[in-house]
Every structure is written in C-alpha cells, then in structure tokens.
C-alpha cells in the first residue's frame, strides 16, 4: 500500500507546481495537513483564493467520512495519549483499510502505528519528490488527478475481497452511492456514508432479532 502511495504522491506534487505554487507547497501540505483527496481539492481552492471559510467547510465535507471510520478503527489497541493523538490524525483511507480488516484484528499497538508513520512518510516523502521533478513533466501530460480514483478503485477491490460473500452488504453499498448521488448531489459523499452505516444498522439490528426469536 506504501508503494502504491508513490505515484499518487507525486501525481500530487507535480499537480501543486503545475497550479503555479512553490514546490514547497507539496511538502509542507502533506506532512501537516495529510488529507488525501482534499490536497487535491485544495489546491484548486488556493489557486483561486478561496475565503478560509470555504475551505473550512469543504475540508469537513470531504473528511467527515472519518467519523464513520472511527466506528470500526481499532484505536483502542494503540497505547498511550501520543500514539492515540498521532494515530487520529494519521487515520486516512489506507490506514483504515489496513487495519480493520479480518487479518489485522490481531496487530499490535507498535504494528498499527508504524503502518500509519510508514505511509505518511510515503506521502510526504513522494509529493515533495513529485513537486521537485514536477518541472520536468510537460504541461501536456494530462490524467494526473486520475491516481486517487485508482487508488480508490484497488482498495474498493479489496473491501470486496474481504467480504467474503456477503452480498447484502455488497448491493447496499453501491444502492447507497446512487441514492446519495440522486437526492444529495453536493453532498454525496457525507450523505452516502450515513445511508450505507444507517442500512448496516438496521440490517444488524433485524438479524439480532431473528437470532432472538429462533
């Protein structure tokens, strides 16, 4: 995942100085900020001098999927107040697919958060290099943006793998997508989370009862 994560860092920095920003721009938004998908979005969002409240309210819109993943993250297998602090901020789409799966319930604290540190430093390390060499690519080069939806698609792939048929859970999950994208267009993706865990739940809910009554 920590390999994988290298093209997509420097599709990203070659993507900041390609928008006219400094290369160091890549660098210090990945080590600090480390937001995945809206890096992409902020940099749209600087370029055009966006208010900080817009970019306030999109940076919660994009990451309040985080929320969701808090339901199933296994913070509470990481030890102390810093590594609990480190491994909240550091808790991105890769780190949640790794770590709550089937085999990893058994990871340790040190495990889970070298996993994490491991792939931020992969990110930072890989959209400073994308930024530094970013000149070097023709402006003509073009489906650069194209990474994270690749990325998206192989750990959509995996999630599906590690399903091991549960068919249920893989048709709520697209019908989620699809409903949200109809009746919630602007808000797609906090609106297709809440549908998909408010179906979850009441899917877990009846299967507890039926278990109950048999």
């Known amino acids: 995942m920590g390999l994988a994560m290298i093209p997509l860092g420097l599709a990203f920095g070659t993507l900041v100085v390609q928008s006219g ?39 919660f819109l994009v990451n309040a999927r985080h929320v969701f993943y808090a339901l199933s993250f296994p913070l509470h297998r990481v030890r102390g107040r810093l590594g609990k602090t480190y491994s909240t901020f550091a808790l991105t789409d890769e780190a949640y697919a790794l770590t709550s799966t089937e085999h990893s319930r058994s990871w340790s604290s040190p495990r889970i958060l070298w ?51 549960d068919v249920p859970t893989l048709v709520l999950a697209p019908l989620s997508a699809v409903a949200a994208r109809l009746v919630f267009p602007d808000q797609m993706l906090l609106a297709a989370f809440a549908l998909f865990t408010t179906g979850l739940l009441a899917r877990h809910l009846a299967t507890g009862r039926k278990h109950r009554h048999a």
């Open 115 to 165: 996993v994490q540190l491991f792939m931020h430093l992969y990110w930072a390390g890989s959209a400073t290099a994308g930024a530094l060499l970013g000149a070097l690519v023709p402006d003509s080069v073009t489906g650069l943006d194209c990474a994270l939806t690749a990325l998206f698609t192989v750990l959509a792939l995996d999630a599906i793998r590690d399903l091991h048929g």
């Open 21 to 59: 920003l400094d290369w160091w721009w890549a660098g210090l938004s990945a080590a600090l900020i480390y937001g995945g998908s809206f890096e992409f979005l902020l940099i749209g969002m600087v370029t055009a001098a966006a208010p900080l409240v817009s970019i306030a309210v999109a940076a």
